[in-house]
């Protein structure tokens, strides 16, 4: 799936977010495969996901 998604699970983010400090938390894959017993993730979101933080990182190097 690709977009936004929900997750019944806590993240940081949250808090950051309650004390006005712009976070988000993101991942790779499916979050109805993460973190159950058997989490799994597909070799082509990996890649696919691996690709993306780079461009993120290309990017605020650039406005930084």
Same mark, same amino acid.
Request: charged fraction near 20%; aromatic fraction near 10%; glycine fraction near 8%.
């Given at each position: 799936?690709?977009? #936004?998604?929900?997750?019944?699970? #806590?993240?940081?983010?949250?808090? $950051?977010?309650? *004390?006005?400090?712009?976070?988000?938390?993101?991942?790779?894959?499916?979050?109805?495969?993460? *973190?159950?017993?058997?989490? $799994?993730? $597909?070799?082509?979101?990996?890649?696919?996901? @691996? @690709?993306? #933080?780079?461009?993120?990182?290309? *990017?605020?190097?650039?406005?930084?």
């Amino acid at each position: 799936m690709r977009g #936004f998604e929900t997750a019944p699970w #806590f993240s940081d983010a949250t808090v $950051f977010n309650a *004390h006005g400090i712009p976070a988000v938390a993101i991942g790779p894959g499916s979050i109805a495969q993460a *973190h159950p017993r058997d989490e $799994f993730i $597909f070799e082509s979101d990996l890649i696919e996901g @691996a @690709a993306a #933080f780079t461009r993120l990182i290309d *990017h605020l190097e650039a406005v930084v």
